[in-house]
């Protein structure tokens, strides 16, 4: 039995029953096995710790009103941690082994599935990292993939209310031909600064910009970015940006609602004709922004203190689906059993 309060947990590492090991030496990869350990044992020269040879994942599993359990586009997930995999020269976990640690990390972990209707989900952490130690720069002969997961509480505690946004031109989180596109810790190393400084001035976050010209929006903190006008939902096309699921799917509701969607630059400039504007991922689906200040210029973009009319439905259709409240017509959800 479980007295956890579902609806006040924060978005935080919980400890559970079971986590997900497999380590791939001598050219292959081993057993996937589980164990109650919270720890890894390393060697010291080890090229995660040295190189950044690490990679994650971000992905949630729901109980619905029919008492069943989803996760959302885990098959997504494995592709992208597959390319973030070759990007950095880590040895690639393929898709059904990544399935197969996430689904049994969910059922061992059942009873920190929260309750349907509760706003909260079981988060899940897969990682990917180089253990073989070495001290020449190059990639390791040994890798550790591990799934673990924790319960986290619902992203808007007080409802969907938006949140502000601060233009900053003095840092890049990534590269135009760098990382960006992969998920791997060195991106949030080079985020951790600039966003706890935005925090400190009272933002959400801060909007990083194309790293050559300064013009044109590249995300929103560790988000995706995007902005609907004219019946369109238009999201930044750059070659530093991690391509969020959350976005992918968006963009598909999108269609759905007999919507456009037009994937290209987006200038700060376009920002004043934009009717909402929102960051997206995991951990919220949609945060609505309302109000995005250029720490440069204190040029102030405001789009209203409620969230949108489109945003609210995008918002509600993607929860719907991943709760098993709307039909899932695209077949994204993998059922739990
Ligand atoms: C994980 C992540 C996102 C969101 O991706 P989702 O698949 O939607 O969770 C966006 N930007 C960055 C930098 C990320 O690391």
Redesign the pocket.
């Known amino acids: 039995m479980n007295d956890i309060n579902w609806s006040s947990l924060p978005f935080g590492y919980y400890k559970t029953d079971w986590n997900a090991r497999c380590y791939f030496k001598n050219g292959k990869w081993g057993e996937l096995t589980f164990t109650q350990s919270e720890e890894i044992t390393m060697h010291m020269a080890a090229t995660c710790l040295h190189y950044g040879q690490e990679a994650f994942e971000?992905l949630k599993a729901f109980r619905g009103v029919d008492g069943k359990i989803r996760l959302f586009r885990p098959d997504e997930n494995a592709k992208r941690l597959y390319r973030t995999a070759k990007g950095i020269m880590m040895q690639p976990v393929e898709e059904d082994l990544f399935i197969k640690a996430c689904v049994e990390v969910v059922k061992r972990n059942e009873r920190f599935v929260p309750p349907a209707s509760s706003g909260a989900s079981l988060y899940l952490r897969p990682l990917l990292i180089g253990t073989g130690a070495e001290v020449g720069v190059k990639p390791a002969d040994e890798y550790l993939f591990v799934v673990f997961a924790g319960p986290v509480g619902p992203y808007f505690k007080e409802g969907f209310r938006p949140v502000k946004f601060q233009i900053v031109k003095d840092f890049d989180r990534a590269a135009p031909l760098g990382t960006g596109t992969f998920?791997v810790g060195g991106?949030y190393a080079a985020s951790l600064y600039s966003g706890q400084r935005a925090h400190d001035e009272g933002y959400s976050n801060c909007i990083y910009l194309d790293a050559i010209e300064k013009k044109y929006i590249d995300?929103a903190g560790?988000?995706?970015f995007f902005g609907i006008k004219n019946n369109t939902y238009c999201t930044p096309k750059s070659t530093s940006?991690?391509p969020?699921?959350?976005?992918m799917s968006l963009r598909q509701l999108a269609l759905d609602l007999g919507m456009k969607v037009e994937e290209r630059h987006i200038s700060v400039e376009e920002l004043s004709s934009f009717e909402e504007v929102a960051a997206?991922?995991?951990?919220a689906v949609i945060s609505p922004i309302s109000q995005i200040e250029d720490r440069e210029t204190k040029k102030i973009y405001s789009f209203g203190q409620e969230a949108g009319p489109i945003c609210t439905k995008l918002y509600e259709t993607l929860k719907g689906i991943q709760e098993g409240r709307i039909e899932d017509k695209h077949s994204w959800n993998l059922i739990v059993e």
């Open positions: 971000g998920k991106n995300e560790a988000a995706n940006i991690l969020s699921i959350t976005n997206c991922g995991t951990a």
